[in-house]
Nanobody
């Protein structure tokens, strides 16, 4: 079985920084793209950043150069470094990844349970 677990969320003041982590564990054969999404109260879930297995990344326009996505393939982990945080960044942040389980040999997207990020003074 495959699990994704996020960590690193919390309360931060505007202009502050947080680093989110998402570790995949279980009977993993391989991982292709890994992504970060977020969902604020009353809003749709939206893509924040994505990174391919080769390390190519892309970002939503609202990131405006403030965030960096990275991954450590040896640890099956994806990170999101968030700088210059704004109140409108407040949301639950979720990771997801395209993973092949060795027990069920097919590619499938898995989701983490989310980590709360609150930006407030």
């Amino acid at each position: 079985q495959v699990q994704l677990v996020e960590s690193g969320g919390g309360l931060v003041q505007p202009g502050g920084s947080l680093r989110l982590s998402c570790a995949a564990s279980g009977t993993i054969f391989g991982i292709r793209d890994m992504n970060w999404y977020r969902q604020a109260p009353g809003k749709q879930r939206e893509l924040v950043a994505a990174i391919s297995s080769g390390g190519y990344s892309n970002y939503a326009e609202f990131v405006e150069g403030r965030f960096t996505i990275s991954r450590d393939n040896a640890k099956n982990t994806v990170y999101l470094q968030m700088n210059t945080l704004k109140p409108e960044d407040t949301a639950v942040y979720y990771c997801n990844a395209d993973v092949q389980d060795t027990i069920a040999p097919r590619w499938k997207y898995y989701w983490g349970q989310g980590t709360q990020v609150t930006v407030s003074s």
